[in-house]
């Protein structure tokens, strides 16, 4: 059988991307998906203001839902500050092989601990896990029906405390009312829309900046 795209995005990165060199990954990955394959990463236009809301947040522990081939996770993570860490769900064990791969090709492998898994199912052992006790910054970038009881699992697990910001992609496009109508419609967060496309298109979709006040 042939080559999954994933595969072949990583293919990609190994022919056109420097080894230990980040932002050449992320150049190679847009470069592939905008003139070879469309695929699923946040992409350069949204990765623009994923970088403004992580530099921001300057995170010492940060979470990522849904890893894909990598490239947000490599994103966020050359922007954190030394000894600061991220965290990546992935449910998928396909992606999260690629992920590696392309996690390993940027040299940022020691800041990132990728865990495969359903993100309900890795989300209550994080704590004993990784030894936090909250979270600074959650990117939301998963099944888009995960969002709302993935971010009332972080509530009840005590993961977020007063200020921990939570970024959540496509919420116009695929799209997650759910989570919208959960986080704008809630006391307990102040929120904010940053207007976008979807990846590589011209299409409408934007991320939720959401801060957890306590
Ligand atoms: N319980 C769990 N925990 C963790 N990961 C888990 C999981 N359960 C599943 N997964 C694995 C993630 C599945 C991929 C999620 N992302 C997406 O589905 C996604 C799709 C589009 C898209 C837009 C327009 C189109 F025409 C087609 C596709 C764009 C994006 O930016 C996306 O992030
Ligand atoms: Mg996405």
């Known amino acids: 059988t042939g080559s999954s795209r994933p595969q072949r995005l990583l293919k990609a990165v190994q022919r056109n991307a420097a080894k230990g060199d980040p932002q050449s990954v992320i150049s190679a990955i847009d470069y592939f998906c905008r003139h070879s394959e469309w695929a699923m990463n946040v992409g350069d236009e949204k990765g623009s203001i994923l970088d403004s809301?992580?530099?921001e947040v300057?995170?010492?522990?940060?979470?990522?839902l849904g890893t894909y081939c990598g490239y947000s996770t490599v994103r966020i993570a050359r922007l954190l500050p030394p000894g600061a860490s991220l965290i990546t769900l992935e449910f998928n064990p396909d992606y999260a092989a690629v992920a590696r791969q392309v996690i390993a090709h940027s040299g940022l492998q020691d800041k990132i601990h990728l865990v495969e898994g359903p993100s309900g199912d890795s989300i209550p052992k994080l704590k004993e896990r990784f030894g936090i006790t909250?979270?600074?910054?959650?990117?939301?970038d998963h099944w888009k029906d995960r969002y709302v009881p993935d971010t009332k699992l972080l509530e009840e697990c005590g993961l977020l405390r007063k200020g921990s910001v939570l970024l959540a992609d496509n919420v116009?496009?695929?799209g997650a009312p759910e989570y919208l109508d959960y986080v704008?419609?809630?006391p307990r967060y102040e929120s904010r829309y940053f207007q976008s496309h979807l990846e590589y298109t011209n299409v409408e979709d934007g991320l939720e900046k959401s801060v957890f006040l306590g």
């Open 53 to 55: 809301v992580v530099s």
């Open 184 to 186: 704008r419609n809630n």
């Open 172 to 174: 116009i496009c695929p």
């Open 134 to 140: 909250s979270l600074d910054f959650v990117f939301l």
């Open 58 to 64: 300057s995170p010492t522990t940060a979470l990522e």
